[in-house]
């Protein structure tokens, strides 16, 4: 998992210094692309720029498997919140909400999601996300989460990869489902 969350931020790193190719590579991963068409109006999704999407926080899966949190409870996989997100650019979407930590304690997050590669067949989109966080040790924790974001007409989900940051901060999975406010 560390592997993942390592090539998927070095790669949203190196977006910029790519060439601006639009062409479709002929190997089998030739669907993975940074899309650079001359639409900015609307995403690779399809979705456009404007739209507002209401986000469930459900769950999540911790690498650190022993119970030494929270009383012995272990961490709390049950992360149920409530969240917004905004497409403000074709790759750029702004992202706010609230759920329940891993410890048992309400959190809030607020940031900004950037995904330029994306898998088309699937409406899948690779890239980072920076959050602000309440909820945890620090009054504020600023997070840099690798993220997939698989979206249809209507309906999406997220997944958020938090690397392992510190001695304290394990590998985190989390899932997000979410459905379109905006027609």
């Not at 996989?77 to 905004?86: A, L, P, Q």
């Not at 040790?137 to 974001?149: D, E, F, G, L």
């Amino acid at each position: 998992m560390r592997a993942l969350a390592t090539l998927l931020m070095l790669l949203t790193l190196s977006q910029t210094a790519q060439a601006q190719d639009t062409t479709w590579l002929n190997d089998p991963i030739e669907k993975l692309r940074i899309s650079a068409t001359n639409d900015d109006t609307r995403t690779p999704s399809g979705n456009k720029v404007g739209d507002w999407w209401l986000v469930g926080t459900t769950v999540s899966y911790h690498s650190e498997r022993s119970n030494h949190t929270a009383g012995g409870r272990g961490y709390n996989e049950h992360n149920f919140g409530v969240g917004v997100e905004y497409q403000y650019k074709k790759h750029w979407r702004l992202v706010a909400g609230e759920y329940e930590n891993s410890y048992y304690k309400n959190a809030v997050y607020a940031g900004a999601a950037y995904t330029p590669w994306h898998y088309k067949p699937w409406n899948m989109g690779f890239g980072v996300s920076l959050l602000a966080v309440t909820g945890y040790r620090h009054a504020v924790a600023v997070i840099p989460m690798p993220v997939i974001s698989v979206e249809g007409k209507r309906f999406g989900i997220n997944i958020g990869i938090v690397p392992t940051l510190s001695k304290d901060v394990f590998e985190v999975i989390g899932l997000q489902v979410k459905v379109k406010l905006t027609k």
